[in-house]
């Protein structure tokens, strides 16, 4: 017996488009969460900063009474070079704020070393509020020191000139 093959045809035939409803699916989850994400990572932290001026150094006032506190990697306070305990800090400064007569003449600046640790710095922060300091300055370089054991001694006049304090 001859076998004879027989083959189906099929009812349409073959369809070579794409089908687009995956796609579309697919392309509406991505924009939902992409709504969803992007207002959470626009979290700003909104920073003051002071307008400057250029000033030549023969017309800055030199001033010998700022108060500069630096904080070392280390975790010790100085208070113009000279080097104060932590249980010492707010009482030290509080004498030397007491002798300035006019409120707006309480001024502090701070000097952090780059790996001094943040919490002391804000410690320091708070200590300077809490001996009657009306503004406080932070010094993004590093103020020369003055010559050892005098303390609010003048600076060099070459040097880098002091920091202003934001308002």
Same mark, same amino acid.
Request: proline fraction near 11%; hydrophobic fraction near 45%; glycine fraction near 4%.
């Given at each position: ?5 027989? *083959? ?17 699916d697919v392309v509406l989850v991505l924009l939902i969460? *992409? ?98 300091? *009306? ?33």
């Amino acid at each position: 017996m001859s076998t004879k093959r027989k *083959f189906v045809k099929a009812a349409t035939p073959p369809n070579s488009d794409i089908n687009v409803t995956p796609l579309v699916d697919v392309v509406l989850v991505l924009l939902i969460i *992409f709504m969803v994400v992007t207002p959470l990572l626009e979290k700003d932290i909104e920073v003051r900063i002071p307008e400057t001026e250029d000033v030549p150094m023969e017309q800055m006032p030199q001033d010998n009474n700022q108060l500069i506190v630096k904080l070392d990697s280390d975790g010790t306070y100085s208070i113009n070079t000279e080097p104060v305990q932590k249980d010492e800090y707010v009482n030290k400064l509080k004498r030397m704020l007491a002798a300035k007569p006019n409120k707006e003449d309480r001024i502090v600046f701070f000097v952090a070393d780059d790996k001094a640790n943040y919490g002391l710095l804000v410690a320091a922060f708070d200590g300077a509020k809490q001996a009657g300091a *009306f503004v406080l300055g932070m010094a993004t370089e590093d103020i020369p020191a003055a010559p050892a054991g005098v303390p609010g001694a003048p600076v060099d006049p070459g040097a880098a000139p002091a920091p202003t304090p934001a308002p």
